[in-house]
């Protein structure tokens, strides 16, 4: 009875060729070198800059957040502020309106309506720059950081190629 000869043995001849011991061989010798090159960097300065990295970018973002929770507060306190003051302006040219002739209260309620709007315009223009500013101010905080991220990393990277140089 024949024996059946499996991929990697030896007989009289040398060994058998396997193609797939031969792949992970060199799959095995790609990662130990990517391994040898990572024991040269300094990991638990790499991991603590790192860490700290993560901390930075936490806290720029509570940051932000502040900054745009901030600036909607200061929106809605205006618009209240605005409404009010509207609401309170129309109470008092109607209570001075009863009792005038029909001809002097249009008259009132068209200059009041023209202010009206012209005040209403004035608002959203002061609203619209309330909330660009604080945004733009969230924005600035976020674009730092990253931009404070990518000269880390460059650093981080020129670092780990000049050991090997």
């Known amino acids: 009875m024949a024996t059946r000869k499996t991929a990697g043995t030896d007989d009289k001849r040398g060994a ?41 970018d936490i806290e720029a973002l509570v940051e932000a957040n502040k900054r745009s929770y901030q600036g909607l507060q ?8 605005m409404l009010r003051k509207s609401v309170t302006d129309w109470q008092a040219a ?37 909330a660009a500013k604080s945004q733009a101010e969230a924005f600035e905080i976020v674009r730092k950081r990253v931009s404070d991220n990518v000269e880390q990393v460059t650093q981080l990277l020129q670092q780990g190629t000049g050991k090997k140089k």
Do not use: H
Not at 23 to 48: H, P, V, W, Y
Not at 94 to 120: V, W
């Open 16 to 56: 058998i060729p396997n193609p797939a011991a031969d792949m992970q061989e060199a799959f095995t010798q790609s990662l130990k070198g990517i391994t040898d090159r990572m024991q040269d960097l300094n990991l638990t300065g790499t991991a603590a800059a790192l860490l700290e990295n993560g901390r930075k």
């Open 74 to 81: 200061t929106v809605v306190q205006r618009q209240t502020e």
């Open 94 to 130: 109607m209570s001075g309106a009863t009792g005038q002739d029909m001809n002097a209260n249009l008259a009132k309620l068209d200059t009041l309506g023209k202010a009206a709007f012209q005040q209403a315009l004035n608002d959203i223009r002061e609203l619209a720059d309330v």
